[in-house]
């Protein structure tokens, strides 16, 4: 893929997001420069604790209290700055600009409400108007959309199965055909055959739809199925981003080599490899590179400089030492 020849959507520069603690302040998207392009499937990867949610939420601005966002610019291809909007434009990109499909598709479905009832509520709640036939074919049109038959509208959550309640949420999403699809493991609670039916519906509808997919997971294996570009982060950082195929056949940050060698697979029969160490605690971020004390190619020099994102070829970059020639940037003492 010729990143060059693509158009940038959504162009996210020095994203910071911080949480006040009693301990201190936790950097828990930490400098964070990423480019979306128009029509991608973008997945972010990382242990928990990462930070890729917490991206996620910064730029739906749903960060809450203690947490806040102290910096940076998602500014899309017309100039909107993600971050720069008042509370009520911020209601209103919602949906139209940019949706999200939860984690939890039961905890975010009103348990007390109709499917077909809260998804037209919803609709109207973001301007859109029209008779109550209207929005009835809207919704069987949707549901159609995302393989779910139109009596589905009459029923609530918990008559539906965890693929079907899924489905309904990403119906629920694209309503209003936005252009930047957030997903947050949608498909964590399900089922492996089920996971792959809804990652293809998503799929599907991001083909149709024309939009830009972020989603954000832990499941290598789901990534490598999904994406086209993937982007690895370790404490609040990108250290690494490239095609999926690059970054799986050919990784360059030693996290992301574990990342890939810990995937089980028929040739590592009984070789199964983790990722030595405990994940970091951003409450006490160690000095020089975060992934020091766990990487297994950690020089001494890697305890006290800070690794800048290197450009290894085009929309190819990694933030580690190993990769940079002269520019380094000094941790501050
Ligand atoms: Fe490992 Fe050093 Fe690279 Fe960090 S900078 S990933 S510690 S080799």
Redesign the pocket.
């Known amino acids: 893929m010729n990143n060059q020849a693509r158009e940038v959507m959504l162009d996210i520069q020095g994203l910071e997001v911080h949480f006040e603690t009693r301990r201190g302040l936790a950097r828990a998207v930490n400098d964070v420069d990423l480019q979306l392009y128009k029509g991608e499937r973008f997945g972010l990867v990382g242990e928990s604790g990462s930070g890729k949610t917490t991206m996620i939420l910064a730029l739906l601005r749903m960060i809450k209290t203690p947490g806040f966002i102290a910096g940076g610019r998602a500014v899309f291809d017309d100039g909107t700055d993600l971050l720069a909007l008042s509370p009520e434009d911020v209601r209103k990109n919602r949906l139209r600009r940019v949706a999200m499909v939860p984690q939890g598709a039961m905890n975010s479905l009103n348990p007390v409400m109709r499917i077909g009832q809260q998804m037209a509520l919803t609709m109207r709640e973001h301007g859109e108007v029209g008779t109550g036939e209207e929005f009835e074919a809207r919704v069987a049109k949707l549901l159609d959309q995302v393989g779910l038959v139109p009596e589905v509208a009459d029923l609530y959550p918990h008559e539906l199965s965890g693929g079907m309640k899924q489905r309904a949420c990403i119906a629920q999403a694209i309503s209003l055909s936005p252009r930047l699809i957030l997903a947050d493991e949608p498909t964590s609670a399900l089922d492996v055959v089920v996971q792959r039916q809804i990652m293809q519906t998503l799929r599907q509808l991001q083909l149709q739809l024309g939009a830009t997919v972020l989603l954000v997971g832990h499941d290598m294996g789901l990534m490598a199925q999904f994406a086209e570009r993937v982007g690895i982060m370790y404490g609040g950082k990108l ?1 690494e981003v490239g095609s999926v195929a690059d970054v799986f056949r050919n990784p360059q ?3 992301t080599q574990l990342l890939i060698s810990s995937i089980p697979s028929f040739e590592r029969r009984g070789t199964f490899q983790g990722i030595p160490g405990v994940g970091l605690s951003l409450l006490d971020s160690p000095s ?5 004390p ?6 001494e ?3 006290h ?1 800070e ?1 800048g994102l290197t450009q290894l070829g085009p929309g190819r970059q990694v ?5 940079e020639k002269e520019e380094t940037h000094a941790a501050p003492s």
């Open positions: 250290v940050h030693p996290y020089g590179c975060l992934f020091h766990r990487c297994p190619q950690a020089t020099r890697c305890a400089v690794p933030s580690c030492l190993l990769y």
